[in-house]
Every structure is written in C-alpha cells, then in structure tokens.
C-alpha cells in the first residue's frame, strides 16, 4: 500500500478519478498504484507528481534510490522507457526474471563483489523486475540456452524455485521465454550473453555484458550485427510453449 500517495490525495482533494484524468489512465490503474504498491511508468510518476504538488521521490521513494553500479546507470534508463526488450544469456537467467535467492547465488558466485555489495547490488537487481510488474510493462522476450536451465547455481532447492517461478512468469501476456535446446550445435549465442531494447520513439539500443561492466551500443552497424544474432538465436530456439514444458521438466529434475 503507498500510503505517501493516500495522504498526497487526501491532502490535494483529488480522488482516483480526478488524478486519472490528470494523467490520462483508467482509475482502475491509480486504485492499484495506492493498494498494491505499484509503481507508475515513469511518465506517469512525473505528470501525478506534479498534479499532487509533490516531489517523485516522496511518493514513490524507491525510484530515488540508486543502488546500481555509475556505469549501469545509462542503460538502467533505457530499460525502465523501453517498449521491448529482446534478452540472451547463455550462461544465467535474466536479470529481470531472477528470484532473489538465485540471483544472490549469482553475484556472490562472480566472485568480484565484496561480501557487503553483494546485498547492495541485489537490491537494485530486483528493483528493476518491477518495469515487468508496471501498468504498461515492456515486451519482454528471452533466450536462453539449455545449459542455463541444468547448471546448480545456489544448489537444488534455488534452482527448483527458480525454474517453477519462471514457468509462472511465462503465463503473463507480456513474458516469452525460449530455450535453445543442447541438440542445437554452434550458434550466434555462443559468442555472448546481449539484451536489445526497443523505445517508444522505435530507437533501438543495445547491452553487452563481460568481465568488467556492461557497454550500452547504439551505432546502427552494432545493432545491425545485434539484430543479426537476434534472429540466428531466435531462430535455433524451441517456441514459448515448448520451452515451457522443457523449463517445467527440468524443473522437476531439482526436487
């Protein structure tokens, strides 16, 4: 429950029907924003901030808090204002789809991150899921590679929770997940985990990840050969049904 937004509301005499309108959404969307706890597209956050007199950052404080590494930051903005985004890991699941006890095991298992950051970078790690939670979530399409489903990261019973709560994720409208089979031989994926996002003016940017930190890529010949990977990896992958039922199977095999 956002009680910062209540007292704003109470304070201001706007209704949920008055801020709506103010913001050009269903009331239906300010009602969850107050009793789920739900946090507005950024565009929303700003035009609802300003109707109420208020800062973003007393009403929604979470958006304030920048747990995520400097050099992470651009393209933490170019993923809350995407549209779509197009994911591949090869090795992990997506951030955006990890559970907390599986991307906990993740970070601390890098080995690059002194025991007290690890909480820190986790933190930031599952803020950013709630872009998949939002009133207007972005397309979100993954690939990912067998091996991830089959590789022990925090032991049996994280990978048994991780893999039912992403079969969960995949029966939301705007989740797909594929799983590019161990059959399949040498793939575009092989050379690296990417992420492409797609933004409401249809700019397209890129995320390639390595050892030290991200790089955020937007010249057209980079996201040519972006988009060329897009398509082989796609290409070699099971379809979203398939790959649930592959995703569910393996799951079992963690019990």
């Known amino acids: 429950m956002n009680d910062a937004l209540r007292a704003a509301l109470s304070d201001t005499g706007h209704t ?21 706890g739900r946090i507005p597209h950024p565009r929303h956050r700003f035009t609802a901030a300003e109707a109420l007199g208020r800062d973003v950052a007393d009403i929604w404080p979470d958006t304030s808090r920048r747990r995520d590494p400097i050099w992470f930051r651009p393209w933490q903005e170019i993923e809350r204002e995407a549209v779509s985004l197009r994911s591949y890991e090869s090795v992990v699941l997506p951030g955006l789809l990890q559970t907390e006890e599986y991307a906990r095991a993740v970070l601390a298992g890098a080995g690059q991150l002194p025991r007290g950051d690890v909480e820190r970078h986790l933190a930031a790690r599952l803020a950013r899921q709630g872009i998949l939670r939002r009133d207007d979530p972005p397309q979100f399409t993954a690939v990912v590679d067998e091996a991830v489903l089959r590789r022990p990261v925090g032991g049996r019973a994280t990978m048994h ?7 969960t994720a995949c029966a939301e409208p705007h989740i797909r997940v594929h799983v ?9 994926g092989l050379n690296g985990p990417f992420v492409i996002a797609t933004s409401h003016d249809h700019r397209i940017a890129g995320y390639l990840d390595n050892q030290l930190q991200g790089q955020v890529v937007s010249d057209p010949e980079d996201i040519a050969a972006m988009m060329a990977a897009w398509e082989n990896v796609r290409g070699e992958a099971l379809s979203h049904w398939q790959s649930v039922d592959l995703i569910t199977e393996v799951a079992e095999t963690w019990t």
């Open 16 to 36: 949920t029907e008055s801020l709506a309108e103010r913001v050009g959404v269903d009331p239906k969307t300010v009602a969850r924003w107050l009793t789920e």
């Open 161 to 167: 929770e991780q893999l039912r709560a992403l079969v």
């Open 180 to 188: 590019v089979p161990s059959t399949v031989g040498a793939y575009a």
